[in-house]
């Protein structure tokens, strides 16, 4: 069985947009290793794949794949891209109650 985690959010007042942008990694570059951002980090794959990790999950992001890393935690490179990566990015966040939900 699958495991899927949801972010939910009270609202109103509606997350707020902070900033973002269009990113091209080349061939053999890495993500940037973080540590509490304070605001959520939204990636969205558009070309290539991206190999990232947040606490103690990783993913491979694929064209048309979305992930969102969490405020507070430790984002960081599982490996360099071994092709071009394309991906749109941006960051929000709210002041209201935010939970992490997980379904199987």
């Not at 990694?25 to 290539?48: A, C, S, T």
């Not at 794949?65 to 430790?74: A, G, W």
Request: charged residues 20%.
């Amino acid at each position: 069985m699958t495991e899927t985690t949801f972010l939910s959010f009270l609202v109103p007042p509606f997350p707020y947009f902070i900033e973002g942008n269009l990113t091209t990694y080349k061939k053999g570059q890495w993500h940037p290793d973080r540590y509490n951002l304070g605001y959520f980090d939204v990636i969205i794959m558009k070309e290539g794949s991206l190999y990232i990790g947040e606490e103690n999950e990783s993913w491979k992001l694929s064209p048309n794949e979305v992930l969102i890393l969490e405020t507070n935690k430790h984002h960081f490179p599982i490996e360099p891209c071994l092709e071009d990566a394309v991906f749109y990015w941006f960051h929000f966040q709210t002041k209201e109650k935010w939970l992490v939900q997980k379904v199987q």
